[in-house]
């Protein structure tokens, strides 16, 4: 569904020259720099950038939220105030009452230890009225938000609340007192593929009933491109380009558009994602010229000296000094390589793999949650095979497993004439072919060892040679990581996101393993970072004949990273085949749901049905399944094969 | 309402409602066994009564007398049992050298020890709590910094130094203050002083980091966003969230007051729990230590089951069983 929108000449709010700098230890850090946009009553106004980049900070500078260090200045005309004015009593009027908030994490956003109601009270209390009118507006407010028997739910705590309810919640407070500006910072990020578009169509339909502008932060252009109407890319703390955002992911002019775009992978093309190289600028580096000249592949001698001027072409600006009127040049078309998968050669397999963890439900009884439910899979010599599936399906539960870390309570797991978890299993020779990437770098490497100690590290765990040797060897394969010499004797925290990831993947593939397990490597990152990451494993990979695991959330990682493709549902593998059978002829309804939200916004429709009774036999994705049918309620379906090395678990595929 | 059917239903009922309180409760009532066995069989390991009583010179025929006379030839565990059993009845036996029963003396001392803890306890927390809150909105900046400094020189200021320093300036030097007793309340200043000096401190550092903590959690920027007052998002908000923290150490703090502050009560002659603590013991009052040990082991369990409970209250998650 999509409503027709006219775009009113009415400014609502104009931010100009804009400028925030935080005072840290002496060292003034500039967050925001001379930023100016407006925003008209009604419309959504995105904001692209990556971490770091102000975009944040930019939005909480209007409603003056930031901490006492920010030194804020520039005007921000809120209907002819300047919010920059006002004092820090008056300020707080404006808040809520005519800009609302909406902020990242859903859970944390809400207070613990209080109920729903209480905080839709908090939001309500300015109306002054009595607690039975505070209730049924409560109600009403909870409703408009789709949460469903309100009444019940608003006595319930937070930790009650799944994420996408508490997101809810927390847009139902911002709508509570009418705002006419909505500010959504990242506000489904932390919510599965399926879920986040459901609940920004819902945000974008309620802005529009109610006639909310909306400026929505994001780092995903993707999103962006489906909610906004405009949009400014934010980089290094300024807004690089600003437009009509068809124009801006169409026809970038400014080269980081351009390179930011051709970061993000693409589903159904199999090309290796282009990588922006090097890192983003550290907040308090300054640059005597164009911030992003340093990354750019179009600099040329002046770039480095002068800061760009601000051109404006039509209704877009852009501040390049060469800005990208003749086109992108055309990268030259690296495709994936064809990797030869040895099918003979089977290296790891897994047989009916269970994983139960213990639980304690209300009430003191002793109950098992089955994370994993008998999964079998086989991986072959050179392939890398992809698990993809919402937060909370199993797939870390089971990528663990493989590795030892978590003990199945049933089936087994093979690997390298090996059978895990029985007498004679030799750990030390199973992980020495058998390696792990962690997602949160940061927490998988020592913070007061060396990056170049500790890949050296496993060589000498491994007595493969002495401490000379394997810091020779160590070395060599940062250097091979794509990292600077003189990076490596840095500590962690010293590094970037990017660089520790590559410490990391350096530490798992110094002892050359024969496969490499990657739990959700680039989740954390930004998109130009993950683009460098995935490269450098899918590289790494082909030039060693290594296997991969490659677990993540984002299909079009794994659309972009692997050769076989199994999808994950509560614990169980509901399809899998190769990465084209999966994409262009997706035989479950899960995964043609997952294909479909990120292809497009309005296409997709989860029904999620009040309870009809079902047993605790159904199919697990019974309750969201549009296809379903009365015998999907009495038992679940087993994976069945459905065509050349494609299997499905669904009664009707 | 639907009433419950049978007696076992409605006993399930309460049970599964409230469980989190009952398995604290079952919890509290081990603890308590445990000190009454350990009191016990600690006191009985610690050598033959007859044998201390009685001297060394004691005949084997006076020591049997002396066991029969006080049952001490039974079995232990029948011992034990009668031991129970006295306690059940609230006799703890009486002291070897005053011969009143131990309860007694107890209560005859409570009174005082109260009476200097109580205004102690509630200086310390209230203020501790509001220089913490200060020092955590100030963070980073000089006042923290001097607050911060303050509180550690206030800790570790040992009592028996800054008391006798007290009593040097303000009894000695200027004859302003008595130093002994506790009959007019110029007599509670300098011991009040003394104990409060260590207890802020306490008080402020932990409540500074809980403060800390809890305004960097996203939902108080949150409430901001919402317009609502910073006084408001203190009393409703942070405050509730930064006492579960505070909760646990002020259960620690309370619970030992009963026991007094040994070392000040010591120094000015204060006539409570602790001087009789440290006077019973240095005359060797087995059946007085042992008493006070059981009475101030089960104040302490007591005062941690209020402390489980009151967390239960306030936290829903605990309560719910949530994550």
Known sequence: ???????????????????????????????????????????????IGETGSGKSVTCKAITRLLPDNANISGSILYRDNDLLKETKRSIASYRGSEIATISQDPIGSLNPIKTIFHHLKQALLRTRSDERDYRSRSEHLLQEVHIPSPRTRMDDYPFQFS?????????????????????????????????????????????????????FISHDVSLVGQLCERVAVMYHSSIVEMGNVDDILTFPLHPYTAALLAAVPKIGKKETVAAISGDSLAGDVTVEGCDFAPRCPYAKEVCHKEKPPEISVGQRIVRCHFPLFDGVKSAQPAFMNTRAIDADNVLMKASYVKVDFPILKTGGIRDTF????????????????????????????LAKALVGLNTPSYGMIEAFGQTLHTSGFSYPEYTKK????????????????????????????????????????????????????????????????????????????????????????VSAMDVSVQAQIMNLIKDLAHKRNMSVIFISHDLSVIFNMCDTVAVMYKGSFVERSDV?????????????????????????????????????????????????????????????????????????? | MKLPVSTHDLADRIFRSHRYFWIKLVRAAITSFLILVLSFFMIHSSGNPAQIFLGGEATPEMVAAFNVRWGLDRPLQIQF???????????????????????????????????????????????GIALGFVAAMKKQTTIDH????????????????????????FSIVLGWLPSSGNETLAHYIMPVLTIVTADIAIFTRFSRSSFIDVYEHP???????????????????????????????????????????????????????????????????????????????????????????LHGIIDPRIRKGGK
């Open chain 1, 434 to 521: 058998v390696q792990y990437v962690f997602q949160d770098p940061l927490g998988a490497l020592d913070p007061r060892m060396t990056i170049l100690d500790q890949v050296a590290e496993p060589l000498v765990i491994h007595s493969v040679c002495d401490a000379k040797e394997a810091l020779l060897k160590a070395d060599q394969m940062l250097t091979e990581c794509g990292l600077q010499s003189s990076l490596f004797h840095r500590k962690p925290y010293n590094l970037s996101g990017g660089q520790r990831q590559r410490s990391l993947v350096a530490r798992a593939l110094i002892i050359e393993p024969e496969i490499l397990i990657c739990d959700e490597p």
């Open chain 1, 1 to 47: 569904m999509d409503v027709q929108m006219t775009l009113p000449d009415e400014k609502i709010l104009s931010v100009q020259n804009l400028c925030v700098t935080f005072q840290q230890k002496g060292k003034d850090i500039e967050a925001v720099r001379d930023v100016s946009f407006d925003l008209y009553e009604g419309e959504i106004f995105g904001i």
């Open chain 2, 146 to 169: 001097l607050m911060m400094i303050g509180s550690t020189i206030g800790y570790s200021l040992p009592n028996f130094f800054f008391g006798v320093l007290l009593i040097f300036i």
């Open chain 2, 219 to 309: 939902y108080i920027n949150n409430f901001k966003a919402l317009g609502v007052s910073e006084r408001r998002i203190l009393l409703q908000e942070a405050l509730p969230n930064a006492s579960i923290a505070l909760l646990s150490i002020s259960g620690f703090y309370v619970g030992s007051l009963i026991s007094g502050a040994i070392v000040t009560e010591t120094i000015f002659s204060w006539p409570g729990i602790g001087s009789l603590l440290v006077s019973s013991m240095k005359a060797r009052d087995f059946p007085l230590v042992q008493g006070l040990t059981l009475i101030l082991g089960f104040s302490i369990v007591g005062v941690n089951l209020l402390v489980d409970i």
């Open chain 1, 163 to 215: 994420g996408g309810m508490a997101q809810r919640v927390q847009i139902a407070m911002a709508m509570s007192t009418h705002p006419k500006i909505l500010i959504a910072d990242e506000p489904t990020t932390a919510l599965d593929v399926t879920l986040q578009k459901k609940i920004l169509k819902e945000m974008k339909l309620l802005c529009l009933k109610k006639n909310v502008a909306m400026i």
């Open chain 1, 580 to 653: 084209d059978t999966l994409f262009f002829n997706a035989k479950h309804p899960y995964t043609q749901q997952l294909i479909d939200s990120i292809q497009s916004f309005s296409s997709s429709e989860i029904r999620v049905k009040a309870d009809e009774s079902h047993s605790v036999h159904a199919c697990a994705f019974y309750e969201r399944c549009p296809k379903r049918k009365s015998i999907c309620a009495q038992k679940s379906p087993k994976l069945i094969t459905c065509g050349v090395s494609h299997e499905v678990a669904c009664f009707y595929s």
């Open chain 2, 81 to 127: 049992l009668s031991y129970l059993q006295q306690v059940a009845k609230g006799d703890l036996g009486n002291s070897l050298l005053r011969g009143e029963p131990v309860i007694d003396i107890f209560f005859t001392h409570l009174p005082a020890t109260l009476s200097l803890m109580i205004p102690c306890a509630l200086i310390s927390i209230t203020l």
């Open chain 1, 370 to 397: 089955t994370a994993v439910n008998e999964v079998s899979f086989a991986l072959r010599k050179g392939e890398i095979f992809g698990i993809v599936g919402e937060s909370g399906c199993g797939k870390s539960t």
